[in-house]
Nanobody
Framework: QVQLVESGGGLVQPGGALRLSCAAS????????MNWYRQAPGKERELVAT???????NSVDSVKGRFTISRDNAKNTVYLQMNSLKPEDTAVYYC?????????WGQGTQVTVSS
């Protein structure tokens, strides 16, 4: 059974940093692209960053230069390092993997950026 468990969210001031983690199990982690999404109140869920099985990262323009996605295949874990956080980064952040055209999600972790 696929399981994705996010952690690391919290309340942080503008300009601060957080590191999210997603522990994965139930599928061949090292062979799959992993993604981070987020959903702000009243908005649709949006892709934030993705990392391929080979470790090639990519992120959307709104977080480029501030967020970094990485993975540790030995630990079956994907990370999202978030620096220079802004109030508009406030959202629930979700880990995601697509297997055989089925999207699997974690429970999400809340990130709130506020003074």
């Amino acid at each position: 059974q696929v399981q994705l468990v996010e952690s690391g969210g919290g309340l942080v001031q503008p300009g601060g940093a957080l590191r999210l983690s997603c522990a994965a199990s139930g599928f061949p982690f090292s062979r799959n692209t992993m993604n981070w999404y987020r959903q702000a109140p009243g908005k649709e869920r949006e892709l934030v960053a993705t990392i391929t099985s080979a470790g090639g990262p990519n992120s959307v323009d709104s977080v480029k230069g501030r967020f970094t996605i990485s993975r540790d295949n030995a630990k079956n874990t994907v990370y999202l390092q978030m620096n220079s956080l802004k109030p508009e980064d406030t959202a629930v952040y979700y880990c995601n993997v697509r297997l055989y055209n089925v999207r699997h999600w974690g429970q999400g972790t809340q990130v709130t950026v506020s003074s």
